[in-house]
């Protein structure tokens, strides 16, 4: 059974920096591509960052230089480290498995991915 569990979430000011967490169970790693997605009120949601079986990232433009996806080496926590965050930033905070590997634009395309967690909330204050 796939599950997603997200972390680290909260409040902070510009400029200010947290690191999510997402603690996953139930495959391997290794053989999916896996996702941040992040969705702001009345927004749609929206890819922030991938990364894939070749452990290779994507990100967002809005994100690029100021955000990094990693995993642990255990293999089963994903992370994004969020810095100099923006009031733009906010919004809630998915962690998420794809259906199968792919590549290109499809990596943070949301209907790329067939599980999710339940999300944990940003909040970024000017």
């Known amino acids: 059974q796939v599950q997603l569990v997200e972390s680290g979430g909260g409040s902070v000011q510009s400029g200010g920096s947290l690191r999510l967490s997402c603690a996953f169970s139930g495959f391997t790693y290794s053989a999916h591509l896996m996702g941040w997605f992040r969705q702001a009120p009345g927004k749609e949601r929206e890819g922030v960052a991938s990364?894939?079986?070749?452990?290779?990232?994507s990100y967002a433009d809005s994100v690029k230089g100021r955000f990094t996806i990693s995993q642990d080496n255990a293999g089963n926590t994903l992370y994004l480290e969020m810095n100099t965050l923006k009031p733009e930033d906010t919004g809630m905070y998915y962690c998420?498995?794809?259906?199968?590997?792919?590549?290109?634009?499809?990596?943070?395309?949301?209907?790329?991915?067939?599980?999710w967690g339940q999300g944990t909330q940003v909040t970024v204050s000017s």
């Open positions: 998420a498995r794809d259906y199968a590997p792919c590549s290109g634009n499809w990596v943070l395309r949301a209907t790329s991915y067939k599980y």
């Open positions: 990364l894939n079986t070749d452990d290779s990232a």
